[in-house]
């Protein structure tokens, strides 16, 4: 989840952090969530390994976008992880990135807050442009 962070601080974008569990803390989650949405908080990143039932539960309770990360562990190599986050039942969807992609994360995060922040859709803009660039330059001269 660290790489969603940097991605944050990269784009000038505020956030806080938290160690939830919806099963061993579930009357902590509620209350964080609460708290999130009376802060106003406008998009919920939420990692979660083995049953990943974390983004779910979450979403169940928000009407907050939320962007689930499947975290590789246990012994099915994050394709538990992976089918619980993007198997949600109708009508409570989360999104979800690729294993452990905590930076994609960011990046859809961003992207979402773009919509009410011109300011971010310009940094996005100019990191796109500079991508495309560095890209086009590590790649000259290349054969295939």
Do not use: W
């Amino acid at each position: 989840m660290k790489k969603a962070a940097d991605v944050f601080k990269e784009f000038g974008v505020p956030y806080t952090s938290h160690i939830l569990s919806a099963h061993r803390v579930p009357e902590l989650l509620t209350e964080t969530l609460k708290k999130l949405e009376a802060d106003g908080v406008e998009v919920i990143i939420a990692g979660a390994g083995l049953a990943a039932h974390l983004p779910g539960v979450i979403a169940s309770q928000t009407l907050v976008p939320v962007i689930g990360v499947p975290i590789v562990s246990g012994g099915l190599g994050g394709l538990d992880a992976l089918y619980s986050i993007v198997q949600m039942p109708r009508p409570i969807p989360v999104a979800a990135v690729g294993l452990d992609n905590g930076a994609n994360a960011g990046y859809l995060a961003c992207e979402i807050l773009s919509l009410k922040y011109p300011e971010l859709k310009q940094k996005l803009i100019g990191f796109r442009k500079k991508m495309k660039a560095d890209f086009a330059k590590e790649n000259e001269g290349v054969e295939l």
